[in-house]
């Protein structure tokens, strides 16, 4: 069966109570038929009579009872009467019970109960919440909270409501000892950020509510220690804190300085050196110094009952400016330092930079690293201010191409210093580029020995020059396109008989490359040659010779054909005048050309020579030249055995066999 909730005329919320009492309530009267009711498991309120009905008026009596006669039997009467009475009294039991309420309130430690604490509340062993409907009655009320003491009360509850007030709540408690070693220390005890107590060591506190605690420990100045403590219930919580201390002795060299120490917890202490801090706890330590804007840290470890001896060293340098020329000022930042020969002590180790500045010149930075006990010597040449202009007019000169005017600034330039290694090497610079741009010149007018004689003295200057190693390549190409083309043109000229012509481009291909393979064939060639025109010219005049008394004079045939032919028909007709003459050698200069050496046969006191030369001196044409000898063969002179007559009679039948046969084999001659 559900439980139903109904509203009072106060607007308060009564219930949950079964339908039966609901309808009970209804009849009684306590409810009219407009009182909200809802279901328990819902938020819909309706009327009271759409849940329930009232009863119809009763029946009229019996005719029995209106004359007073009973037709029950009288104990069936008692029974009746005595069931009405039971119902009635549940009834008025149930509407009692829907109108009693049991409402409560706490407090802890005599203070309202702090909010997010709810204590569980329990009504004869069932979980209660204040306002609650409750029968009348002998009750029992019990609250627990945690850490809190256990509370439980008896009480009586007739009709209406019934309000237990405050109910008071007591914190569990428990007890704390605590002992320091050593024992001069000063104890706070804190529960929530607020003092329990303040106490010398050693502590005892009882009554102590339950938690957590914190506890702080300090001795002296230096040593201070926090520990959580938990409190618990009916019980003591014993804390015994072993302060393990030590000293730091400190100094510095040399002199005095600032310290700073913090400890690993994040203390700080700080003062100036020497200086000894005692009952420090135990650990690492950071320490720094410091002496002026000079700092040094180290880490050290404070031992138990032990003094710790820190010594830092504060190690300087010196810096010293030297300038050229010297009575310089110099500078750190807009601070004037002095002037040059400088020497700065008592530096910490680092960087330094500084400016000089002196008239005429410009302004330099010297800068140096700075160790501990050395000295750092730092020297400068400044620049003049006329030099400078003079090497800026030079460079501006030299880019555009005005080298006579480069080397007069850079001249000026080493007037004003005369070893300066910049000025010298744009010197050497400007050179360069007058021997390269001679070069180029050179180059593009072909003249390829002065262009190469200029690249090397460029190179000389600025060795391996990408430039330079770029020029000398397109000269090289050039010239072997030129080499090559003279030496080929060389060789056709040879080959066409053109000896001068072969022998200029020779010369031209040997200022080129003279150790060329193709330039030392084509002189081979060339030689040959002319050693080959040199013999036939020897012979051509030995044929030409009128003045020689021995001979006799010279005779020539012209023949159109070609060499090979007139030379085969040469020898076919020597051939058959083998009978007059033997061919004694035959000597070929070139291909175009054939000297033959002739011995008369026949002759008993003189000896008979004969020249023959067989050339080509032009296409299609084919020259014989011949000339004879007679002479003594015991005197070698003209032959005294023979008249004059006689000699002239067997040259002209020499001359006529001869002349005969070349026809025979050549053909006719056309002079």
Avoid at 92 to 104: G, N, P, Q, R
Avoid at 150 to 174: I, Q, R, T, Y
Avoid at 371 to 379: A, H, L, M, P, S
């Amino acid at each position: 069966m559900e439980d139903y909730f109904y509203r009072d005329k106060s607007g308060k919320e009564i219930g949950p109570i079964p339908l039966t009492t609901l309808a009970q309530l209804r009849s009684a009267g306590v409810l009219d038929a407009e009182t909200p009711v809802r279901i328990a498991n819902s938020e819909k309120w309706v009327p009271c009579r759409e849940v329930v009905a009232v009863s119809a008026p009763s029946a009229p009596p019996p005719a029995s009872a209106r004359t007073g006669k009973s037709s029950l039997p009288p104990a069936l009467v008692i029974l009746s009467i005595i069931g009405a009475v039971i119902y009635a009294g549940s009834v008025l039991y149930k509407s009692v019970a829907a109108m009693t309420t049991l409402t409560y309130g706490f407090s802890l430690d005599g203070k309202e109960i702090p909010k997010g604490e709810t204590p569980e509340v329990k009504v004869d062993g069932q979980l209660f919440e204040s306002g609650n409907h409750l029968k009348p009655g002998r009750h029992q009320i019990s609250i627990s909270v945690e850490n809190v003491e256990p509370n439980e009360k008896h009480f009586w509850v007739f009709h209406g409501n019934k309000d237990l007030g405050a109910l008071p709540l007591e914190s569990s408690k428990g007890a704390l000892s605590v002992t320091v070693n050593p024992s001069s220390a000063k104890l706070i005890l804190q529960r929530k950020g607020e003092v329990v107590r303040e106490s010398d060591s050693p502590l005892n506190q009882d009554k102590l509510i339950v938690g957590d605690y914190s506890l702080i420990c300090t001795i002296g100045k230096n040593f201070s220690a926090d520990r959580v403590v938990k409190i618990r219930r009916n019980e003591t919580t014993r804390l015994d804190i072993k302060a393990e201390l030590g000293d730091i002795a400190m100094e510095a060299e040399p002199g005095e300085a600032d310290y700073s120490l913090i400890s690993g917890t994040g203390k700080t202490w700080s003062g100036r050196t020497p200086a000894t801090l005692k009952g420090l706890s135990t650990g690492s330590y950071l320490l720094s110094m410091k002496r002026g804007d000079y700092e040094k840290s180290t880490n050290i470890v404070v031992h138990s009952f032990a003094i710790t001896r820190a010594k830092l060293l504060f190690e300087y340098g010196k810096m010293e400016i030297q300038s050229n020329p010297a009575g310089a000022t110099v500078f750190e930042g807009n601070r004037e330092m002095g002037r040059t020969p400088l020497v700065l002590s008592d530096l910490r180790p680092g960087t330094y930079s500084y400016r000089l500045t002196l008239n005429d010149y410009a302004d330099a930075s010297v800068s140096a690293v700075v160790v501990g006990n050395e000295t750092r010597v730092v020297e400068t040449n400044l620049v003049s201010l006329k030099y400078t202009q003079a090497m800026q007019n030079a460079r501006d000169y030299l880019r555009s191409a005005n080298f006579t005017d480069a080397l007069k600034g850079v001249e000026f330039a080493l007037e004003i210093k005369p070893a300066d290694e910049l000025a010298a090497a744009l010197r050497s610079e400007i050179f360069f580029n007058i021997h390269y741009s001679n070069a180029a010149n050179y180059f593009a007018r072909d003249q390829f020995d002065e262009a190469l004689k200029e690249l090397d003295e460029a190179n000389k200057l600025i060795p391996d020059n990408a430039e330079v190693i770029t020029l000398r390549n397109r000269i090289s190409q050039k010239m072997e396109g030129r080499l090559d083309y003279l030496v080929r043109n060389g060789e056709m000229s040879l080959a066409n008989g053109r000896l001068d012509d072969a022998s200029r481009d020779l010369g031209e291909a040997t200022q080129i490359h003279p150790a060329d393979q193709r330039v030392i064939e084509l002189r081979g060639k060339i030689q040959a040659a002319q050693y080959r025109r040199a013999r036939i010219e020897e012979w051509k005049r030995l044929l030409n010779d009128i003045n020689d008394p021995l001979s006799f004079k010279s005779y020539l045939w012209k023949f159109r054909i070609g060499f090979p032919a007139a030379h085969d028909g040469t020898l076919q007709a020597l051939k058959d005048l083998s009978s007059t003459w033997t061919i004694k050698s035959e000597d070929l200069p070139d291909d175009k050309t054939s000297i033959l050496q002739l011995e008369a046969k026949g002759l008993l006191f003189s000896a008979g020579f004969g020249l023959l030369m067989v050339s080509q001196p032009a296409d299609g044409v084919v020259e014989v030249r011949s000339k004879m000898w007679l002479t003594d063969k015991r005197l070698g002179i003209l032959s005294t055995r023979e008249d004059e007559s006689a000699r002239r009679q067997r040259h002209a039948g020499w001359v006529r066999d001869l002349d005969n046969q070349l026809k025979a084999h050549i053909g006719v001659p056309f002079e």
